[in-house]
């Protein structure tokens, strides 16, 4: 197990199962079955019983629909981040209707937790590179710290000019974001992320943890729909789209499981306390 050296820091999108599908609307989402809760208390347990806090990225939607769940996670010492408000891709929102988002995401959250929400991750992070106006929306909205940056390209944007994926501090018009973007690694010759979503599913453990230990810095961002075999099938997705959704999920908490045990971890606000932001990279975006 690497330590000192290495920076892992866990997180997870706190969404429905059905909140990945962009063709699913908000008028129909109370229709499906409930399943947030489903392996929440397991994954909570398991953070308790390796002593390990991790930041939960949590949709304004789920904050006023199923406040319990944040009160709960609140309740085990976890940080409490934004995850927008009904999971809409940044990049397909202009700047006023991603603030109006943002300031109900954050009013759900906060009147729950009683307190300010200084992380943000957007869906799918989609700030991408003809959507960095959405940083002057963060800042504005009292948003210090972003997981949002994909450094490379991506069905729903990316970020390919963003360059090595490690923390960084933004600079936009006079904003300042703290950046934790996603990280990859090489497998024959080409980059993929294997932290989190379709490929933390697709990848074999072992590929996994030598991914990770290669790597100074780690970011993760697992779903509870990633441990969840019994979750009801979009059945309209493209063959390609249905693979990425569902592959590997029987195996996913084992996985897990042996990620938490193998590494030493921490979340976003502790990361942000070990990081000097002086001293680090800085990025100006126009």
């Not at 006023?96 to 991750?121: C, M, P, Y």
């Not at 959405?134 to 729903?156: H, M, Q, Y």
């Not at 590494?263 to 942000?272: L, Y």
């Amino acid at each position: 197990m690497r330590t000192t050296e290495q920076m892992n820091i866990l997180t997870f999108d706190i969404e429905e199962w059905y909140h990945f599908d962009i063709f699913s609307t908000e008028d129909k989402w109370l229709d499906y079955p409930p399943r947030i809760d489903l392996y929440l208390p397991q994954v909570l347990d398991k953070l308790d019983e390796n002593e390990t806090k991790a930041t939960f990225f949590c949709l304004g939607w789920i904050a006023r629909t199923y406040p319990e769940i944040i009160k709960k996670i609140q309740q085990r010492g976890h940080e409490i981040a934004c995850h927008s408000d009904k999971h809409f891709f940044v990049r397909e929102m202009t700047p006023e209707s991603f603030n109006l988002d943002l300031a109900i995401a954050l009013d759900s959250i906060e009147n729950v937790i009683g307190q300010k929400v200084v992380s943000f991750r957007a869906p799918a992070f989609t700030i991408s590179e003809d959507a960095t106006w959405a940083f002057e929306v963060l800042a504005k909205n009292g948003i210090e710290n972003d997981c949002s940056i994909f450094p490379t390209t991506r069905s729903f944007g990316g970020f390919p000019s963003f360059g090595e994926a490690k923390p960084t501090l933004i600079k936009y018009k006079e904003y300042r974001i703290k950046e934790f973007p996603i990280n990859m690694g090489k497998v024959m010759g080409k980059d993929f992320v294997f932290g989190g979503g379709g490929y933390f599913r697709l990848f074999p453990y072992s590929q996994i943890k030598k991914l990770m230990n290669k790597s100074d810095y780690n970011m993760t961002y697992l779903h509870m729909r990633d441990f969840d075999y019994k979750q009801p099938r979009f059945k309209y997705l493209s063959n390609m789209r249905y693979f990425k959704s569902y592959y590997g999920i029987k195996n996913a908490y084992p996985k897990f499981e042996k990620m938490l045990k193998d590494f030493k971890w921490i979340n976003v606000e502790e990361a942000v306390n070990q990081i000097d932001f002086n001293s680090i990279r800085q990025l100006d975006l126009k």
